[in-house]
T-cell receptor, first 112, second 116 residues
Framework: GNSVTQMEGPVTLSEEAFLTINCTYTATGYPSLFWYVQYPGEGLQLLLKATKADDKGSNKGFEATYRKETTSFHLEKGSVQVSDSAVYFCALSDLAGNQFYFGTGTSLTVIP | ETGVTQTPRHLVMGMTNKKSLKCEQHLGHNAMYWYKQSAKKPLELMFVYNFKEQTENNSVPSRFSPECPNSSHLFLHLHTLQPEDSALYLC???????????????FGQGTRLTVV
């Protein structure tokens, strides 16, 4: 079956620290992979995506590389800001079932 | 602004009330989804519609009744809810995954539902 596992939070970092949020997946076939971000009181917004092995998605200083050999899609940012405080969700799309599978979310708080 | 609009943003209802949540998208998508997001729980997929046909019902209680009159609109009709149904209800849409493999889901801002 399909599933996404991401690191438990909450994560608290100081401003300008390096961020890694781990995500691994199980999938049949060749899914596309996504990171979504959710700010308080809002819906989920797409942060970045990758559609095939070795693709790197990037946006707003965040990056993630689709690693088929380790079935991973870890989110990284070199220098976080207070405005990056949010909940981050890793997800995959399943062609066969026309569904998206989400991880449990990782809450990030960045302190000045 | 993601192109998916949900109304109302907040709703308080009694256990005997009947209400409806509305979702609208004009992105040309053919798939629409309802998700439930409760505190400290994973995002739960409730229903999936592809080309106006319901293709997924994840063992959702019958007090939740979806309706998809066309590809742009999705409703969630609510009746005789329980306090544990209080949550953020999110609507999403996407191209059908068979149409565009790399499509992402676009989410509305959600309806914060409180059942009293």
């Amino acid at each position: 079956g399909n599933s996404v596992t991401q690191m438990e939070g909450p994560v608290t970092l100081s401003e300008e620290a390096f961020l890694t949020i781990n995500c691994t997946y199980t999938a049949t076939g060749y899914p596309s992979l996504f990171w979504y971000v959710q700010y308080p009181g809002e819906g989920l917004q797409l942060l970045l995506k990758a559609t095939k092995a070795d693709d790197k998605g990037s946006n707003k200083g965040f990056e993630a590389t689709y690693r088929k050999e380790t079935t991973s899609f870890h989110l990284e940012k070199g220098s976080v800001q207070v405005s990056d405080s949010a909940v981050y969700f890793c997800a995959l799309s399943d062609l066969a079932g026309n569904q998206f599978y989400f991880g449990t979310g990782t809450s990030l708080t960045v302190i000045p | 602004e993601t192109g998916v609009t949900q109304t109302p943003r907040h709703l308080v209802m009694g256990m005997t009330n009947k209400k409806s949540l509305k979702c609208e998208q004009h992105l040309g998508h053919n798939a629409m989804y309802w998700y439930k997001q409760s505190a400290k729980k994973p995002l739960e997929l409730m229903f999936v519609y592809n080309f106006k046909e319901q293709t997924e019902n994840n063992s959702v209680p019958s007090r939740f009744s979806p309706e998809c009159p066309n590809s742009s609109h999705l409703f969630l009709h609510l009746h005789t809810l329980q306090p544990e149904d209080s949550a953020l209800y999110l609507c999403a849409s996407s191209h059908h995954l068979y149409e565009r493999e790399a499509t992402e889901a676009f989410f509305g801002q959600g309806t914060r539902l409180t059942v009293v």
